[in-house]
């Protein structure tokens, strides 16, 4: 039974996938930057494009009075920032931006997206 067991566990580790591997399969029936995106318009409930904009071009979104001034709630242009800023900004809470809980290989498929999007690619 133990020998069985092996066999079985050793066959299945042949299939197993590790984060290592690229963002996409080969075979994938979606390319990389479909799939990226998908990750921009809805990664985890709510989309960057909500607040970053079409391209992450950056966005008003609110318009206020406090204590009588003017203010507004921007956010930032992300389609410029360097990777280590925006990888950061994705996996740490920054003011009103919510934190998510995307792979190394999303987050790098997004700021590649984000990128050859600016560049007209």
């Known amino acids: 039974m133990k020998f069985i067991m092996i066999v079985f566990l ?17 075979d994938s029936f979606i390319t990389e930057k479909e799939y990226a995106q998908h990750l921009y318009k809805n990664p985890r409930g709510i989309g960057c494009n909500k607040c970053h904009g079409k391209k992450g071009e950056g966005m008003v979104i609110s318009k206020y009075k406090h204590k009588g001034e003017n203010r507004v709630l921007e956010t930032k242009e992300i389609n410029t920032m360097n990777y280590e800023k925006f990888s950061a900004a994705l996996k740490n809470k920054v003011s009103i931006m919510p934190k998510y809980f995307l792979t190394k290989k999303e ?11 600016e560049k007209g690619k």
């Open 10 to 26: 050793s066959f299945l580790s042949l299939y197993a996938r590790n984060d290592t591997q690229s963002v996409m399969d080969k």
């Open 107 to 117: 987050i790098r498929a997004l700021y590649n997206y984000l990128h050859k999007s």
